[in-house]
């Protein structure tokens, strides 16, 4: 037997037709597969315990969370197993706090919107790793560190501390947060996991099996990044944009580790730091993607690769080769000086042409 309990948010107001819908389908479809359970909905939220035999359970779920009348779908509790039913007599009892007057379901009430309100936003500030243990019902602070092979993406927008010092605070802010979105976007889309933001950095890593999306992920945001400054308007941030992206492939410890205050669910070693290093060195090497020589070779697609000759990284004993695409859009890199002198004559510009 497995119970689940989750909240999820409305995706436009809960009628009472819309509740009896669901309903109807729910009696049905959970009788035919004993599955039983209470569904309430107060406000924007819905809160549902469904229970059952697991296979049962885990297909109703998968059919509800690809219901577009609600999303954010938080799991709060996942038993199983779990010996008896709370509610054996209901294939889904339905209920809509909002019509009750009575002051304790009104404070129960209250106190669902307000727990699915807070999950929603703690669920935003955390780790998509964290988020799938919670919904697997694994308690993440006993999870094992563990040694792992992964390819490693270290990314960062080429020379963001010095253009934070020329901009309103707002529109970096907002610079930063472009960058991360479409560098996360194309991470999750290929198959990798973004581990990390630290200011403009992002430290994503991918299964070892997907070196080639990890490269496909930097190719689609340098693409992307190309259009966004095209269509940036004069003197704006977006004129500006661009990134550097370190891959390496190796051994890494993936586990908890923190303090008392904060922990995180992340992945430590030589692997990462060398991501790291490689990263700083594009704006050197003026190329936009640097990799690793193990990278390269455990590549399936055919990619033109252009050798940008040994390299002896800090922490390293020796020099040693690496690698970037043959490819006009990582070749598309400007040094920190080179965006300096942009930003300046660009600004100088904007002032002499611009009546504001
Ligand atoms: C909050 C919420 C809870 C739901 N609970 C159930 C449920 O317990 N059982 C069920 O069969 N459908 C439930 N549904 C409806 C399903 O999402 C789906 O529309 C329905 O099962 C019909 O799916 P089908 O068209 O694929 O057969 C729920 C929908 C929402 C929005």
Redesign the pocket.
């Given at each position: 037997m497995k119970r689940i309990t989750y909240v999820?948010r409305a995706s436009k107001p809960i009628s009472q037709a819309t509740l009896d819908e669901?309903a109807t389908?729910?009696i049905q479809?959970?009788g035919r597969v004993n599955?039983t359970?209470i569904?309430l909905s107060g406000g924007d939220f819905?809160f549902?315990i469904?229970e059952g035999e697991e296979e049962a359970v885990d297909c109703?779920l998968d059919?509800?969370s690809k219901?577009s009348?609600?999303c954010e779908i938080q799991i709060l509790k996942l038993e199983n197993p779990t010996l008896n039913r709370q509610f054996p007599d209901w294939s889904?009892q339905t209920v809509r706090l909002d019509d009750m007057n009575d002051a304790l379901v009104q404070a129960a009430r209250v106190m669902l919107a307000n727990l699915a309100e807070s999950r929603g936003i703690l669920a935003r500030y955390t780790q998509p790793t964290i988020r799938n243990f919670l919904s697997q019902g694994i308690n993440p602070l006993k999870a094992p560190c563990q040694l792992e092979d992964k390819v490693v993406l270290f990314g960062d927008i080429a020379a963001f501390d010095l253009l934070s010092t020329f901009y309103p605070t707002e529109e970096v802010a907002e610079h930063a947060s472009c960058f991360l979105e479409i560098l996360s976007t194309a991470v999750v889309r290929n198959g990798g996991e973004v581990n990390k933001y630290m200011g403009s950095k992002v430290l994503a890593y991918f299964p070892i099996n997907h070196v080639d999306q990890a490269i496909r992920s930097c190719v689609e945001v340098l693409h992307a990044i190309k259009t966004l400054r095209a269509n940036a308007a004069q003197c704006r941030l977006r004129n500006f944009l661009y990134c550097g992206f370190g891959l390496t492939l190796g051994p890494v410890i993936e586990g908890n580790f923190g303090s008392s205050f904060k922990l995180d669910y992340t992945i430590l070693g030589n692997t990462v730091n060398m991501a790291a290093r490689l990263e700083s060195m594009t704006r050197l090497k003026g190329r936009a993607l640097l990799l690793e020589e193990s990278v390269k070779n455990a590549c399936r697609e055919a990619w033109r690769w252009e050798d940008v000759g040994p390299l002896q990284l800090k922490g390293q004993a020796t020099s040693s080769p690496y690698f970037s695409l043959e490819d006009e859009i990582t070749h598309d890199m400007r040094s920190v000086d080179e965006i300096l002198e942009q930003v300046v004559s660009t600004t100088e510009e904007h002032r002499r042409n611009c009546p504001c």
């Open positions: 999820s669901i389908i729910s479809n959970n599955v359970g569904l819905f549902q469904l109703a059919r509800i219901d009348r609600h889904m």
